[in-house]
Every structure is written in C-alpha cells, then in structure tokens.
C-alpha cells in the first residue's frame, strides 16, 4: 500500500472516533520519516478516566498480523458504524493517550522494520 | 484444562486438538479403521461441488478422518505461519473440519493455500498477513476437485489443469476479499464466502463455455446414528466445561460482555471479551443449534454438523445466541412463507449459516436482522447454481449480497439525511 493512502486511512479511523462526539476543534499533526510516521490527535471534549483506559489499551493492542493484513484494510474506510481504534491498535508502534487542558492528544507512532524510535520521541518502554 | 498456568493458546490449542482427534476416533468408533480409511481414499477421487454429503458417500469414518486431516492442515498452516491461536483460527479450523464433512480435502485444499501464498510475496507481503485469506479460501476447494475428477481428462493432464486452477485460485483471492469486505463493511462474518462466490462466478462460466455441463446429483445423508447425533452436542459440552474451568467464577460474566459485542468483522472474542467467555458461547451456539435441528427432525449428517461447527466456530467470531436469533428468526419465517419444510436441505442449512448475518442485528437492531434472515433463504435458495455449487460457502456468498444491500440503503439514509 501507498504510504499516502495508508496515511489516509490511519487519520479516517481515528478522526472518525473523535468526531463521534462531536468537539468544537480537532487538530492532526503529521510528522514523517524515511522509516515511520509520527501522527498527533489533539480535541476539546471531555473524555473519562476509563474512556482514556480503554483507548489506551486498544492502541496498543497486541499485534496481530492475521487481522491487519486482511481486515486492516477497513481501516478508516467505513461510513457505518462506531469506529475502532484496534482497527488501528494491531498496526502500531506505540500509542499515548494524555490529557490536555481541555481534551486529550493521541500520540500515534508507525513504521515499518526499519523503524527508527530515536528519530521520533517515541517514549522508553520500561 | 485446570493449571491455572495454562495460558490462553495452550487451552485452545488443546481444545482443538482434542475435537480433531475425537473426530477422528469418533469415526473409527461407528465405522471401524478399515472401512473409514477406504472412505477417506474414496473422497479424494470425488467430486465435492455442493451438495457432496461425505457421510453419504464415505460412510461416518471416512467423512470424519477426513474432516479431521481438513482441520489438521488449518492448524499446521497456523503454526507455520507464526501466528497465535485467537478467535478467527479457532473458527477457520472449525469451518474447515466442518467443510471437511461435505467438499473439502486435504488434498483440494492445498493448491488454494499455496495460491494465496504466492499473492503474498508478490506485494511483498508475509503469508501469516493473508493467513485468514488462505484458511477460509478453501472454500473453493470444489473447484479443484472439478477440474481433476470432473472434466473427464486423462490424469495426469487432469491433475495439473487442477493444480494450476487451484494456484491461480487462490492467487486472485486476497485482491477480490478485500474489495468484498468494503462491500458489506464487515456485516457479513464469510467474507470469504462472498469472494469465492464472486469467483466462483467466473470460473463456472469459464468451465461451462469451454463445453461442460455440471452433473446435478445430490447426495445427503438422512440416516441416523449415535455418533452423528452426539458428537455435536457432547462436543459443544465439553466446550462448556472448558470455558468455565478455564475461567472460574468470571465465565459468565465474561460471556455476558460477549453478548454485548455487535459482532462486525473482526471481532476477536478472545480478545474483546475473553477465552473462557468464547468457549462458553460457542458450545451454547452448538447446543442451540443442535436443539433447533432435533426439533425440526433435520438428519445429523455432514453438511448438518459441518454447519454447526462452523457456527461453533464463529462463536468466537462474531456470532452468539444475542445477534444472531433474529436473523435465525427470519429465515425460519421466509421458510414458512414459501411453503417449503423446514428440514429440507435448504432451509436447514439456510437456518444454520444464516447467523454470518448476525452483526446487522447486533448493531442495527432485532428488525433488520429478522429482515436480512427473510431475504438471505431466498438469495440462498437461488446462488448456488450460479456458481456450479463450488464454493462451498454459498451462504456467505448469499448473506454478502443480502448485507450489501442492507448496508448501503442504511449507509445512503445516513450520509444523505441532512443534519446541518
């Protein structure tokens, strides 16, 4: 796939999930390198304690190649339906979610085998 | 099942291998090890287009080792490719034991898989990437079996016009699945049951304009027996009992979340919900469904209990009892209306595969869902033909086309309703 579509498909999912409850701004930051990607979700709604829990776990789903590579493709392409972020959760690298002031930001970094955290601020995993 | 250190693949894979190895026992059991290996050779040479009843043609310990040596190379597959036992592998090795009972073999399979194999490197892919793709795409497994045993060629010619067929099958496979899923956005749980149809379209016109005409014998076992009776329900059971030791005190409250999960693809309930919980629904959806058939006096024979695992399978996938009996519902009431019997074989399996339809009822409701049952008997009652009867999931085929429409009169009402 094309890393532009995959882009597309990847800021489909997850602005589809935060327009669901419909806040009064969004923001979507991209940075891109040769071997990964670093996408930043920024809203204004409020979102839960266990809302934020359960976002986090679903991005950082554990991997799973079977699904991806297949139902992958579904990503940020359906117009039925909630969305789902372990849609996106199976293709990731790492995922934050963290509060702002007055919503919270996404933090969402890809890549492929190359992938090289030391050119993103890809938190150490413990 | 109880070391409480077993973690979560090490159960499932010894619940599979344990269903494999009793299918296999259970055979030898009802038709003793000679005649079933007999059998097995047997359905090799034959043809497997819908409906080909393996218990019919081979006897129970044919159709059983041979449905069982079916769900072993799912399994073999799986492990070669890396890829841990979750939901959808569960049900695909289920699907494809139970396909084992009326259309696949070992050996009609193999082709497909390598197919899908080489599509995967070409786009430089992995094959645990198209993993899904290469289980549940054996569905055409009919196919190869036509063209080796069907068209009346020499063998050898025959056998490489049909290693080569099934090769490019399954090489075509991922690019029209993934066109499919877009199609019906996930409502539809055979996804690869609308992609072989979609094929299997072509390949039965390609078959037919090079001159042959299909042979229209059925064969469907309407005996009894002890084994073919039980083996659904004790398996289901056991599936129980599993789920609940595996679990402890939190089984039924995991299979409570389970029943609140829509269903659309892919739902991993074994990851969404958990391991325990799936095991439990699934044997619920095996004892319903065995409950339904003895009620409507439908025979146990191998296209009946294929279907059952299948659904088993799918539980969990995607089906359980809350999103799938309103579309149970509607094919028994379009059965009803037309006129036909409820046990006659195409509203029985109607009945049974329906439930790929479950997650339109379990995200848009029971009324869409009894609606969608209604359509798909009469869709179904129609779409074999148009593929020769070689994909063997005509009822994914089926339910694609029904949840297509379903889906797009609802996805063109909602982005077209003006809300500003």
């Known amino acids: 796939m094309k890393r532009k579509d995959f882009v597309l498909q990847l800021i489909g999912e997850i602005s589809s999930y935060i327009l669901e409850e419909d806040p009064m701004r969004m923001v979507i930051s991209l940075h891109q390198e040769t071997d990964g990607l670093h996408l930043c979700i920024i809203d204004d709604n409020e979102h839960s304690d266990a809302e934020i829990e359960k976002m986090t776990k679903a991005l950082n789903s554990r991997k799973r190649p079977e699904l991806a590579g297949y139902y992958g493709a579904m990503t940020g392409q359906d117009l039925l339906g909630s969305s789902r972020l372990n849609l996106l959760g199976w293709q990731l690298k790492h995922a934050d979610v963290t509060r702002t002031g007055s919503g919270i930001k996404i933090d969402l970094w890809l890549g492929g085998d190359g992938f090289d955290s030391q050119k993103f601020t890809i938190p150490e995993k413990e | ?420």
């Open chain 2, 1 to 420: 099942m109880t070391n409480i250190n077993m973690n979560k693949k090490d159960t499932l894979l010894i619940v599979i291998i344990v269903f494999l190895v009793s299918l296999i026992l259970a055979g030898f059991a009802e038709s003793g090890v000679e005649e079933s290996l007999r059998g097995f050779l047997m359905l090799q040479i034959h043809p497997a287009r819908l409906i080909n009843d393996f218990v019919e043609i081979s006897g129970v310990g044919g159709a059983f080792l041979n449905a069982s040596l079916v769900g072993f190379t799912g399994l073999i597959l799986i492990r070669m490719a890396g890829i841990q036992l979750s939901g959808p592998t569960y049900a695909a090795i289920l699907t494809m034991a139970g396909f084992g009972l009326f259309g696949k073999t070992p050996i009609n399979i193999l082709p497909i898989v390598f197919g899908v194999y080489l599509s995967a490197r070409l786009v430089n892919k992995q094959f645990k990437d198209y993993l899904i793709i290469a289980l549940f795409g054996t569905a055409l497994g009919p196919l190869i079996s036509t063209l080796a045993w069907e068209l009346g060629l020499p063998l050898i010619p025959a056998l490489l016009v049909a290693l080569a067929g099934g090769v490019a099958t399954g090489f075509f496979l991922p690019s029209i699945a993934f066109s499919m899923l877009h199609l019906h956005q996930g409502y539809n749980l055979y996804n690869m049951g609308l992609t072989c149809g979609f094929f299997g379209l072509f390949a039965s016109a390609l078959i037919k304009g090079l001159g042959h005409t299909y042979s229209t014998n059925m064969f469907w076992y309407s005996g009894s027996s002890i084994v073919l009776t039980a083996f659904v329900p004790v398996f289901s059971l056991l599936l129980i009992i599993a789920g609940i030791f595996s679990g402890g005190k939190h089984s039924f409250k995991d299979l409570k979340e389970i029943l609140t999960i829509p269903g659309r693809l892919p739902s991993d309930f074994v990851d969404l919900g958990s391991l325990a919980g799936s095991l439990i629904n699934s044997g619920l959806i095996g004892l319903f469904g065995s409950i339904y058939i003895y009620i409507i006096d439908a025979p146990f024979n191998g296209p009946v209990i294929g279907g059952l695992l299948t659904i088993m399978g799918f539980g969990a996938f995607g089906t359980h009892i809350k999103n799938s009996w309103p579309v149970v519902t509607g094919v028994i009431a379009a059965t009803l209306v037309t006129g036909n019997p409820l046990n006659s074989p195409g509203p029985v399996l109607a009945a049974i595969f329906s439930t790929t339809l479950s997650p339109l009822a379990g995200e848009f409701g029971i009324f869409p869902g009894i609606l969608a049952g209604f359509i798909h008997l009469h869709m179904v009652l129609q779409t074999g033909a148009w593929h020769g009867g070689m994909n063997l999931y005509n009822n994914g085929f089926a339910g694609g086309l029904t949840a297509a429409l379903i889906v797009s009169v609802i996805q063109w009402y909602r982005t077209n309703k003006e809300e500003f």
